[in-house]
Nanobody, 116 residues
């Protein structure tokens, strides 16, 4: 199975920014369509944003205007730029290397905590 590796999570204060990255090092897997998801404590996993193979992006209403999903063809890496972070953004963030998501293309998740 392809193992996606995530980075960029951490503990920040409200209003701060973070950039999450998702890659598949050491493989020849190419990400085209992909998505970011999150799961808050006691909640179900939810879609945050996705990008199509053609580059069209879509966002959950809760993050629209604050988050930006993008990908680098050169680095074969998916990104999530998170701005103006709120406490309600606190969650484990997961990437999937396709959209619609595929069972074998999940990352392990990276923790984002927003607290004052």
């Amino acid at each position: 199975q392809v193992q996606l590796v995530e980075s960029g999570g951490g503990l920040v204060q409200p209003g701060a920014s973070l950039r999450l990255s998702c890659a598949a090092p050491g493989t020849n897997f190419v990400m085209n369509a992909a998505g970011w998801y999150r799961q808050a404590p006691g909640k179900q996993r939810e879609l945050v944003a996705f990008i199509t193979s053609g580059g069209t992006t879509n966002y959950a209403d809760a993050v629209k205007g604050r988050f930006i999903i993008s990908r680098s063809s050169r680095r074969n890496t998916l990104y999530l730029q998170m701005n103006s972070l709120k406490s309600e953004d606190t969650a484990v963030y997961y990437c999937n290397g396709d959209f619609p998501p595929r069972e074998d293309l999940w990352g392990q998740g990276t923790q984002v905590t927003v607290s004052s």
